[in-house]
């Protein structure tokens, strides 16, 4: 077993850290910081933590020096860079939750200094680690489709998800988190360049904060859905009923920030915060819904479509010259059209890979990563620096956003350069 501390266990840092001690050679967390007393005294409980060794604030944890083998940062988007940093002086091999940080130029900061330090950072594109595109990866360099010359790509996030975490939850106001294609779909601007192991030449984007807005919200709509809302039983959005009277303990473990919430709590939770409020008269001001067009090098093209408006899920259609991969992340089953014979064959996914579970927290790729970090814990030879160019998948998010805000063409080479210029600049200041 490796020892960790753990800075943030809120759902993805409590869920990692299960995760880790269930693995044989696993890890156990020694050291915790948290400010939610309830979620701190959850991985008190789970691993046998001292007193002594349980914070409200990561700041007196890394004071202590480096007590164990790794760190663990899954605080919320714009509290990721100050740990870890600090951790990564101490000597910390660490594991990240992405986005590695709310900048560019941050996230370039925490490689030098991961270098700097000769230890590794593994960020958690937990995509990469799961059987659906690990099996797709295999395919593609098995040759099944020829050369890639096209992808369309879709995240469907789902519109009652979206109102969850996107309006009323964390990740819908950019300055407390960050923006949409950064915070949530990071992880395909990484998987599309991980897939085709290409760099991008450049790139453009649409997309705007179309339904989520107070000019939609029903007439007579109160503040707070709880106050009696005339539109109750026909919105799907309404939070007695997705809070209150449903049965998803992912609701109800985030809108009241507790491990084992009552009904006393959520009603508390839906009546004093935003997980409460008219979904139309939120402070939201992402995205829901998005378009990206990529120009990857040998002139591959794709295309990324993220979207509210959908049941939820991830959908790819890979186009090449010897045929078509067509799936869905749900699904067990890819199909492969052949023009040589000019027929469709289902294949399972997990007959592709080792894995075969794909019921896990992100098609498996929750287990898939923490394997990944445990493996490189145990290795004798680490990575230094952030592993797998994983800073690569994040300059595309930004470079993407860059072209929506400005509704300009971004050479992605020119911007990263940009990007590494103010990020040394920063380094020479500090």
Not at 108 to 123: T, Y
Request: aromatic share 10%.
């Amino acid at each position: 077993m490796k020892d960790i501390i753990l800075i943030g266990a809120g759902m993805r840092g409590s869920g990692y850290s299960g995760i880790g001690k269930k693995m044989e050679d696993g890890i156990r967390v020694v050291a915790v910081a948290e400010p939610v007393k309830e979620r701190r005294e959850h991985i008190q409980k789970m691993f046998d933590i001292p007193d002594e060794l349980c914070f409200e604030s990561w700041e007196p944890l890394i004071e202590k020096g480096k007590i164990a083998d790794a760190a663990m940062v899954t605080t919320m988007d714009r509290d990721h860079f100050a740990p870890a940093v600090a951790a990564i002086r101490q000597g910390y091999n660490l594991i990240l939750e992405k986005p590695i940080a709310p900048t560019p130029e941050e996230c370039i900061i925490i490689d030098e200094e991961a270098k700097k330090a000769g230890v590794f950072v593994l960020i958690c594109f937990v995509l990469r680690y799961g059987p659906f595109f690990k099996g797709l990866k295999q395919l593609l360099k098995d040759g099944a489709v020829g050369e890639v010359v096209n992808i369309q790509h879709a995240e469907d996030v789902g519109n009652v998800h979206q109102s969850h975490s996107f309006v009323r939850g964390n990740w819908g106001n950019t300055e407390r988190s960050s923006f949409m294609l950064l915070q949530k779909s990071s992880h395909d601007t990484d998987i599309l360049y991980w897939l085709l192991d290409k760099k991008c030449k450049s790139v453009s984007s649409f997309g705007s904060r179309t339904h989520f807005v107070r000019a939609n919200a029903p007439e007579g709509a109160p503040e707070y859905c709880i106050e009696g809302c005339p539109h109750a039983d026909s919105c799907y959005y309404n939070a007695v009923k997705l809070y209150l009277e449903g049965n998803s303990a992912w609701f109800r473990t985030a809108s009241t920030k507790k491990t084992n919430p009552t009904n006393e709590d959520v009603e508390w939770a839906i009546r004093n915060t935003q997980y409460g409020k008219c979904v139309y008269k939120c402070d939201n001001d992402v995205v829901d819904h998005q378009i990206v067009n990529f120009e990857f090098e040998d002139g591959i093209t794709a295309t990324f479509t993220m979207t509210a408006f959908s049941k939820g899920g991830r959908r790819i259609v890979i186009n090449g010259t010897k045929g078509v991969i067509t799936a869905e992340m749900s699904q067990k089953y890819l199909t492969l059209y052949s023009f040589d014979t000019k027929t469709e064959q289902q294949i399972e996914v997990s007959k592709l890979v080792t894995a075969s579970d794909i019921t896990g927290g992100h098609g498996g790729g929750d287990d898939g990563v923490m394997n990944e970090f445990v493996k490189l814990l145990n290795s004798d030879k680490k990575p230094v620096g952030i592993c797998y160019d994983s800073v690569y998948g994040h300059m595309l998010a930004f470079a993407a956003e860059e072209a929506r805000l400005s509704r300009k063409v971004i050479d992605v080479d020119e911007y990263i350069e940009e990007i590494k210029e103010k990020a040394k600049a920063k380094m020479a200041v500090k």
